[in-house]
C-alpha cells in the first residue's frame, strides 16, 4: 500500500527557514509527479508546490514563488520542501501529496499525515 510520512515542521520565527520531508513507500517513487498543500487555519487546503517524477519540472503558488523549493531524491524515495524568508502567512499543516500517475492535471490521490508549519515571534 502507498504510504507517505512526513517530518520537519516547527515552530520557526519570521524570516527562518525550515525543510520539511516526505518518505514515500509502496509504490515506484519516481513513477509519480508529487506535490506540497497546506491548509491554513479557516481555509481550503491549498497546492503550494508540484514535482514531476523526474524532478525536472516544478511549478509553485504565487506565494511559495521565491521563497520555497521542492526537490526530491528518488534514490531515496524522499520528498522535500525548503522553506525560506516564512511569514506569519505560512502558519499552516503542510500535507505530502502522490499523484495517480506523473501530471500535475489529476487529483491527488494519496495524502501523507500532515506536519504542523508554526511561523512566530
Known amino acids: 500500500q502507498v504510504q507517505l510520512v512526513e517530518s520537519g515542521g516547527d515552530l520557526v520565527q519570521p524570516g527562518g527557514t525550515l525543510t520539511l520531508s516526505c518518505a514515500g513507500s509502496?509504490?515506484?517513487?519516481?513513477?509519480?509527479?508529487m506535490a506540497w498543500y497546506r491548509q491554513i487555519r479557516g481555509k481550503d487546503r491549498e497546492r503550494v508546490a508540484v514535482i514531476s517524477g523526474s524532478g525536472r519540472i516544478t511549478n509553485y503558488a504565487d506565494s511559495a514563488k521565491g521563497r520555497f523549493t521542492v526537490s526530491r531524491d528518488n534514490s531515496r524515495n524522499m520528498l522535500f520542501l525548503q522553506l525560506n524568508m516564512l511569514k506569519h502567512e505560512d502558519t499552516a499543516v503542510y500535507y505530502c501529496?502522490?499523484?495517480?500517475?506523473?501530471?500535475?492535471?489529476?487529483?491527488?490521490?494519496?495524502w501523507g499525515q500532515g506536519t504542523q508549519v508554526t511561523v512566530s515571534s
Open positions: 501529496g502522490r499523484f495517480p500517475n506523473n501530471y500535475f492535471t489529476s487529483a491527488v490521490s494519496d
Open positions: 509502496g509504490f515506484i517513487f519516481a513513477n509519480y509527479a
